[in-house]
């Protein structure tokens, strides 16, 4: 008989063999074991298994817990995951692989955002790692709560990934601090920021701040975000749409925004070029408690309302079902703002869209037919 660890070393040496002969074989082959994270000292030893365990422990500030799994690995935490503070620019978590199951069994990831915010967000003030956790994975990616991001909490660049049940509590960041002149205290800490394909968020909660995104998608086709919960932000957004982009084929239904500005926006760069956004369908999403605007499409990004470009071609954008918004006395219902009847094209069929309140509305350069507003 061969010594165990012998026998352990032929079987995994004979594993791998068998599956790079195979066609479609993942990038990544791991051994049939369980790693145990509790330090950035174990992730090496752990990305060789395909169960791997992340206990609870505190990342040092300053470096990033970056995890590359095996494809087809199983991941799980079992504890709560801190991160240290430091000025510095992130990311401080990151996942990548194939085919990956990650279960955070609803433990917590800390960003101590708290300990960061001056109300000037990404762009300012004091350097903030950036993003909290950067998923770059396909698979699932489920029951994770992320408590105070320094910035943008999610930012998904994998593709073929379910995202659920994940919750975003940036709500302290709704007040101001000693650092924050009477502002939010929190900026610019975006729920998911989407740059992928077929990507699926669903089930899941974000609570920010007014300047924030709970949904933002800058690229990618095959997008849905259903189910999920907006409170205290910028409402669901695609873009800002940049030169070169493509979004295609967005599905946003079933979700209840609470208490932001927007409540489903679609904002395009005025100097954006060869850009193109088709095939989005809002299905029955409901909004109370929406202080600026219910619906704004608009092309004219940074700028609200301002002059509009007609580098970037939106193509067909419907409400089916029941989409109901109500608006502040002082806020608008539905403003589309595009630059030319090029620019705004196919079919925009509102017929499912209720909005009120407000102050009224206005449609420019955009074949909109159907709805009350």
């Known amino acids: 008989m061969l010594p165990f660890p012998l026998v352990m070393s032929l079987a995994c040496f004979a594993a791998a063999a068998t599956a790079s002969t195979l066609p479609n074989a993942p990038r990544k082959i791991g051994k049939r074991c369980t790693g145990t994270i509790e330090s950035l000292a174990d992730v090496a030893a752990a990305e060789e298994c395909t169960t791997i365990n992340i206990a609870g422990f505190t990342v040092p500030a300053g470096q990033t817990f970056a995890l590359a799994p095996p494809d087809g690995a199983v991941v799980s935490m079992t504890g709560q995951i801190t991160f ?11 996942v990548t692989g194939n085919s990956i199951t990650f279960n955070g069994n609803n433990h917590n990831l800390v960003g101590n955002g708290d300990q960061y915010w001056d109300g000037q967000g990404i762009g300012g003030g004091v350097q903030k790692p950036d993003p909290m956790l950067r998923i770059n994975m396909g698979g699932t990616f489920e029951n994770v709560q992320l408590v105070n991001s320094p910035g943008r909490a999610v930012a998904i660049g994998g593709s073929s990934l379910t995202v659920s049940g994940v919750t975003v509590n940036n709500a302290a960041g709704a007040a101001a601090n000693s650092k924050s002149a ?11 920021d989407v740059s992928a394909n077929n990507v699926h968020i669903q089930n899941s909660i974000v609570t920010n701040q007014e300047p924030d995104d709970c949904l933002a998608i800058n690229r990618g086709t095959n997008i ?11 409402g669901i957004s695609i873009g800002s749409i940049a ?24 904002k395009t760069d005025a100097t954006a070029t060869g850009s193109t956004v088709s095939n989005v369908v809002y299905s029955n999403n409901k909004a109370t408690g929406t202080t600026s605007f219910g619906v704004l499409i608009d092309q004219s990004y940074p700028s609200t309302l301002g002059t509009p470009g007609t580098g970037v071609v939106i193509n067909g954008v419907s409400f089916t079902g029941t989409n109901t918004i109500s608006v502040a006395s002082t806020g608008h219902r539905v403003e589309v703002n595009c630059g030319s009847t090029s620019s705004c094209t196919g079919t925009w069929n509102f017929a499912g869209l209720t909005v009120t309140g407000g102050t009224g509305s206005t449609v420019k350069n955009a074949p909109v037919s159907g709805g009350s507003f």
């Open 224 to 234: 849905t975000f259903t189910g999920n919960s907006c409170t205290g932000g910028h």
């Open 243 to 266: 030169s070169g982009v493509t979004v295609s084929g967005v599905t946003i239904s079933n979700n209840v925004v609470t208490n932001n500005v927007q409540a489903l926006r679609i």
């Open 182 to 192: 009477g502002k939010p205290a929190g900026a610019n800490t975006d729920g998911f």
């Open 84 to 94: 240290g503070v430091k000025n510095w620019a992130g990311p401080l978590m990151t």
